[in-house]
C-alpha cells in the first residue's frame, strides 16, 4: 500500500534554529499537507499546498513557517527560528483528487 | 469558528464489548466525517469515513452514523479485540475547503 514517508522521525534543534521537516507524499497525490500534534492534545491544521502554492493556512501558519515542493516529489516544512513551544509532532498528508488523507507517521520536533 | 467536541475521552471495554464515539461538528456545511486511529509512535491512519449523503455505513466490525439535523457522528466498534486500543480521532471536513477539523480524541482500552 502507497505511503506517506516523513523523515526524520525524530529532531532535536536548539531554540532559535531553523529546522526543516522533509515528507515524501504519495506520487499520483496532487493535494499536499502539514499538520501538528501537540503531546496529548488534538491534531491541528497548518497548512495547504496545491498547484505550487498555499491554498490555506491556519493562523498558526505565522511568518516563521514556509512549505516548498522542490523537486516535484519532496514537500518540506522550514521553521525558521523555532521556539519552544514549536514543539509537536508534525504531519505531513497528501490526498488525491476527492478522496480522505493519507497521513506519514510523523516527525517529532524537540525544541531545547 | 468550525469546532468538533469528541466524548469520551478515555473509555476501557472489556474485549468482545462493543466501544461507542461520539463527536459533534458545528460548522453545517461540512459534508465529509473521517475516523482515524492512531498507535503509539504512529501517524494517524484512516478507518472509515462517511459523507453527508449517507447516514451509516459499515465495514466489517466498525460502522459510523451521521445525524445531520443533530450534527453528530459516531463510531462503533463491535466485538472489540486487544488491537482495537489505541487513540481514535474524528475530523469533519470544513464547507468549501478540504481541511479538516480534528476531535480531541478517545483513548480506547480493550482489556484482554
Known amino acids: 500500500e502507497p505511503e506517506v514517508t516523513q523523515t526524520p522521525s525524530h529532531q532535536v534543534t536548539q531554540m532559535g534554529q531553523e529546522v526543516i521537516l522533509r515528507c515524501v507524499p504519495i506520487s499520483n497525490h496532487l493535494y499536499f499537507y502539514w499538520y501538528r500534534q501537540i503531546l496529548g492534545q488534538k491534531v491541528e491544521f497548518l497548512v495547504s499546498f496545491y498547484n505550487n502554492e498555499i491554498s490555506e493556512k491556519s493562523e498558526i501558519f505565522d511568518d516563521q513557517f514556509s512549505v516548498e515542493r522542490p523537486d516535484g516529489s519532496n514537500f518540506t516544512l522550514k521553521i525558521r527560528s523555532t521556539k519552544l513551544e514549536d514543539s509537536a509532532m508534525y504531519f505531513c498528508?497528501?490526498?488525491?483528487?476527492?478522496?480522505?488523507?493519507?497521513f506519514g507517521s510523523g516527525t517529532r520536533l524537540t525544541v531545547v | 469558528g468550525e469546532n468538533v467536541e469528541q466524548h469520551p475521552s478515555t473509555l476501557s471495554v472489556q474485549e468482545g464489548d462493543s466501544a461507542v464515539i461520539k463527536c459533534t461538528y458545528s460548522d453545517s456545511a461540512s459534508n465529509y466525517f473521517p475516523w482515524y486511529k492512531q498507535e503509539l509512535g504512529k501517524g494517524p491512519q484512516l478507518i472509515i469515513d462517511?459523507?453527508?449523503?449517507?447516514g451509516e455505513k459499515k465495514d466489517q466490525r466498525i460502522a459510523v452514523t451521521l445525524n445531520k439535523t443533530a450534527k453528530h457522528f459516531s463510531l462503533h466498534i463491535t466485538e472489540t479485540q486487544p488491537e482495537d486500543s489505541a487513540v481514535y480521532f474524528c475530523a469533519a471536513k470544513v464547507g468549501g475547503t478540504y481541511k479538516y477539523i480534528f476531535g480531541t480524541g478517545t483513548r480506547l482500552k480493550v482489556l484482554a
Open positions: 498528508a497528501s490526498r488525491a483528487e476527492g478522496d480522505g488523507y493519507t
Open positions: 462517511i459523507r453527508s449523503n449517507v
